[in-house]
């Protein structure tokens, strides 16, 4: 099972996705520069991702905690946090990428 992660230049690659890991997870054991800072608390904002807006209907709704990070975080209309998305069998294929807001930049 995949997660297809696009980034800024549009390039896609598919990631090795485990059952039951969180998004966040799986992006940032793969390597890529998600900052995650709070490791998947819910606090801190910064595992945001933008979805794919035709796979956003096979997510579950944001919790009022997501949705209160997401406004304090520039979110967009596809915006989630990828720590609070666990995925699934039925996600293979998501397709997202990093939201600048979450992208760590080299020092
Ligand atoms: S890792 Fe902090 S809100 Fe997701």
Redesign the pocket.
Known sequence: MKIVLVDGDGREQALDAIEGWRV?EIIRDHGFPII????????????QVEVDPRWTAKLHDPREDELD?LDQNYAGEWSR????LIFTPDLNGLRLRIAPVALATAA
């Open positions: 966040m995650a800072e709070c490791g998947g608390a819910c606090a801190c904002g910064t595992c990070m946090l990828s720590c609070q």
